[in-house]
């Protein structure tokens, strides 16, 4: 039998665990690029979710508890991810690692955002859409399309690494207040949409205009709308000029959107950071995938910009002059 000491001693190791059980939400602080991700702790399973990777619930491999501690392995595509970490003052203080690289996590209990807007499912190459409405209690008749800018940026203007500014989703908001619908979106690849686009070889910026029309397209048979006006951020304002010669709309509206071809604002950003051997080699890759031709051998140094997987979107971009 247990001694009476031996019997508070589990009693405390059952609260413990009590107060690690629920939802926690925080960043894994890896340099440059912080990751937000969600974990649900339940007493033998678990899961956790990445919302900027459409990782949604992935089931925990294990989870084992010691008092205040909590060790969680996870197994995502033959990828093993170990987090440790330490109940302290209502925070988990922890560590996350993957493929040998370690990082500081930090995670507090998981407060739910009010969802504001209708989920749409919209029919595109490959699948659905889904897409974010926001519609006025008195609307005006007026629906504007938001697209985000470059990179893995969402619906909201959030971009993988440089934290929560909710630009776009504030824009939305602000559209509401005034009677004006709004349609965003994250785009292919992104958030919840990462399944439409299996890997990056399929990607390409005609491929965004042809997203941008099938909302249209779907806007247009809905009899809540009468006047529908595109709206892109930087990347995304060319994208939307796209779209938008290639249906009847009723405005553009571009939020620092290049005016140039994009190898010219590309070279004037790489002058100031390449030797002379990298940056000629960039100009002449540039003119290469300008002309609809794959650049066969890239240096180390410019995989990032110029990786095999990326020169499809590359030469579907360079074709287009603002």
Do not use: C
């Amino acid at each position: 039998l247990a001694t009476k000491g031996q019997t508070e001693s589990s009693q405390e190791v059952i609260q413990m665990n009590e107060e690690l059980l629920g939802k926690w939400q925080g960043m894994i602080e890896i340099p440059q690029s912080p990751l937000e991700i969600i974990l649900n702790l339940e007493e033998a399973s678990g899961n956790i979710s990445v919302p900027v990777q459409g990782i949604t619930e992935f089931a925990f491999e294990s989870i084992e508890y010691n008092g205040s501690d909590a060790v969680i392995t996870i197994n995502i595509a033959g990828s093993l991810i170990k987090i440790a970490g330490t109940l302290k003052n209502e925070t988990i203080e922890g560590t996350f690692t993957q493929n040998g690289q370690s990082y500081p996590i930090t995670l507090k209990p998981y407060t739910e955002t009010p969802v504001t807007y209708k989920e749409l499912l919209i029919p595109v190459a490959g699948g659905e859409l889904k897409a974010a409405l926001q519609m006025p209690d008195k609307p005006t008749g007026e629906l504007v399309i938001i697209h985000a800018g470059s990179g893995p940026t969402n619906k909201d203007g959030n971009t993988i690494g440089a934290g929560a500014n909710n630009s776009l989703k504030m824009i939305a908001e602000s559209l509401e207040e005034k009677g004006i619908a709004s349609i965003r979106f994250d785009k292919r690849g992104i958030g919840d949409n990462t399944a439409l686009i299996k890997k990056e070889d399929d990607l390409t910026f005609d491929l965004y205009a042809e997203d941008v029309l099938a909302i249209v397209d779907y806007a247009k048979n809905d009899d809540r709308f009468n006047e529908i006006h595109l709206l892109g951020h930087s990347e995304g304002a060319l994208i939307m000029t796209v779209a938008a010669q290639q249906n009847d709309i009723a405005s553009l509206i571009s939020i620092a959107g290049i005016g140039r071809p994009a190898d010219e604002v590309l070279m004037e950003q790489l002058s100031g950071s390449l030797p002379p051997n990298l940056l000629m080699e960039s100009e002449k890759a540039l003119q290469q995938l300008k002309a609809g031709k794959k650049v066969e051998t890239v240096s180390e140094q410019l995989q990032s910009l110029f990786r095999p997987s990326v020169q499809p979107y590359m030469i579907s971009w360079l074709k287009y002059d603002p």
